[in-house]
């Protein structure tokens, strides 16, 4: 799974990273350096509007389907099985009309190690942002009437490196294929090239402090690594 992320790209990077129409500047100012992304919590993701542009836009971490009663099912769906989100419920209508890209510059993972669990950093050796494949939903209130946008984040078997700390890894997208996945694709499109897992030549795993299990931490230590 992936319950925990860091982005630290500023939002005018983003922009001309994915390729978006201009953001408006609220926007940007919202997009500031985080390195304990946490479930429930607003993240940046980039998706295409309905002109065909791509766009940078803010949902909450956590799916609510449409059709929900409760937003607090969110809470439950940070995360969908690449191989089995088509067929499920929560995920199926996402799948078919919205796909999105979560951009990051790392994920965590935790191993476990006796007793307890050493957190780990999982990001490309260059430190360059990446993009999470993600999916996206809108959910009305049906009191207030006002809209809630949430997202999830696609996970698959691990690569060589990942599977030394966990089972299974985020979704990560090269960047020629970020606009088929963004594309409208007829019901039934089968995706299965993407869902491979990244390249491990291309990443590093770093131990970091045991200070990110708690998501009330931030700050830049976070992704200092330690000695084990």
Do not use: H, V
């Given at each position: 799974m992936c319950g925990r992320y860091v982005l630290t790209t500023p939002g005018e990077v983003l922009a001309q990273?994915?390729?978006?129409a201009p953001p408006p500047e609220e926007l940007l100012e919202a997009i500031v350096p985080r390195y304990n992304i946490a479930p429930t919590q607003k993240v940046p993701i980039v998706r295409q509007a309905?002109?065909?542009?791509?766009?940078?836009?803010?949902a909450q971490w956590g799916l609510v389907p449409h059709w929900a009663k409760d937003p607090a099912i969110?809470?439950?769906?940070i995360n969908a099985r690449a191989e089995t989100a088509a067929e499920k419920p929560s995920f199926r209508d996402a799948m078919k009309r919205r796909r999105c890209l979560i951009p990051a510059d790392?994920?965590?993972?935790?191993?476990k190690l006796?007793?307890?669990?050493?957190p780990w950093l999982l990001r490309m050796k260059d430190a360059r942002p990446f993009a999470f494949a993600g999916l996206w939903s809108q959910w009305k209130n049906p009191e207030s009437g006002a809209n809630l946008e949430t997202c999830a984040i696609l996970t698959t078997t691990p690569n060589e490196l990942t599977a030394t700390v966990h089972d299974r890894m985020p979704v990560i997208l090269e960047a020629s294929t970020w606009q088929r996945w963004?594309?409208?694709?007829?019901?039934?499109?089968?995706?299965?090239?993407l869902?491979?897992?990244?390249?491990?030549?291309?990443?590093?795993a770093l131990p970091v402090s045991k200070r990110v299990n708690s998501p009330a931490n931030e700050g830049p230590d976070l992704i200092e690594p330690v000695q084990m």
């Open positions: 990273i994915f390729a978006t309905a002109s065909g542009e791509r766009e940078l836009a803010l969110g809470n439950k769906l790392g994920f965590y993972e935790w191993q006796g007793k307890g669990k050493q963004l594309d409208d694709a007829p019901p039934g499109t089968p995706f299965t090239e869902f491979l897992s990244y390249s491990a030549a291309d990443m590093e």
